[in-house]
């Protein structure tokens, strides 16, 4: 069966980087792209940017243009997203999703990422 | 870029219940828009995809329809468990771009 499986939460102070991985397995890693999504507490969903797992192409929200970079092992099969110059409002669960191009159709568990001096 | 609007943001009502979730795009976009559903502390489920084709496993009382700019996922006869919030969800094939609704809660009445 699919599953995409998420690092662990992290804290971090303002200014620092995160790295968030996805593992996938129970399909072909190469064959679909995967879509990070993150969500603010309490707040609706919001695109980070998409991964090609085939070839490494990258697109990425623009708000986050300088800041996001998005990188795939596919000798493991995981997926990296990692955030840099973090500020409060960063603080939010983080998702990846394997992206079918219709939708985005297995998600991970999600890892809550704390933003605090 | 597109906006997706979705209405009402909350709705009251009761199990048994036929609900009616609108999600209003700012300009024509493709076939690609989905629903998902999403419980607290849950990472979001797709419910339907391309419009009107219901993910694996999810039950026939929900379905999707529409096209061009206005979309609408029904749920025939609410479950307790329906009770949510639904995101509709838009994507350009290239470059790829994601977007969501602000989503809608679907709360008991």
């Known amino acids: 069966q699919v599953q995409l499986v998420q690092s662990g939460a992290e804290v971090k102070k303002p200014g620092a980087s995160v790295k968030v991985s996805c593992k996938a397995s129970?399909?072909?890693?190469?064959?679909?792209?995967i879509s990070w999504v993150r969500q603010a507490p309490g707040q609706g969903l919001e695109w980070m940017g998409w991964?090609?797992?085939?070839?490494?192409?990258?697109n990425y929200a623009q708000k986050l243009q300088g800041r996001v970079t998005m990188t795939t092992d596919t000798s493991t099969s995981t997926a990296y997203m990692e955030l840099r110059s973090l500020r409060s409002d960063d603080t939010a669960v983080y998702y990846c999703?394997?992206?079918?191009?219709?939708?985005?159709?297995?998600w991970g568990q999600g890892t809550l990422v704390t933003v605090s001096s | 870029e597109i906006v997706l609007t979705q209405s009402p943001a909350t709705l009251s009502l009761s199990p048994g219940e036929r609900a009616t979730l609108s999600c209003r795009a700012s300009?024509?976009?493709?076939?690609?828009l989905a629903w998902y559903q999403q419980k607290p502390g849950q990472a979001p489920r797709l419910l339907i995809y391309?419009?009107?084709n219901r993910a694996t496993g999810i039950p026939a009382r929900f379905s999707g329809s529409g096209s061009g700019t206005d979309f609408t996922l029904t749920i025939s006869s609410l479950e307790p468990e329906d009770f949510a919030v639904y995101y509709c969800?838009?994507?350009?094939?290239?470059?790829?771009?994601?977007?969501f609704g602000q989503g809608t809660k679907l709360e008991i009445k």
């Open positions: 391309d419009a009107s």
């Open positions: 991964i090609s797992a085939y070839n490494g192409n990258t």
């Open positions: 129970g399909y072909t890693f190469t064959s679909y792209g």
């Open positions: 300009q024509s976009v493709s076939s690609y």
């Open positions: 999703a394997r992206d079918l191009i219709a939708a985005l159709d297995y």
């Open positions: 969800q838009q994507r350009s094939n290239w470059p790829p771009r994601v977007t």
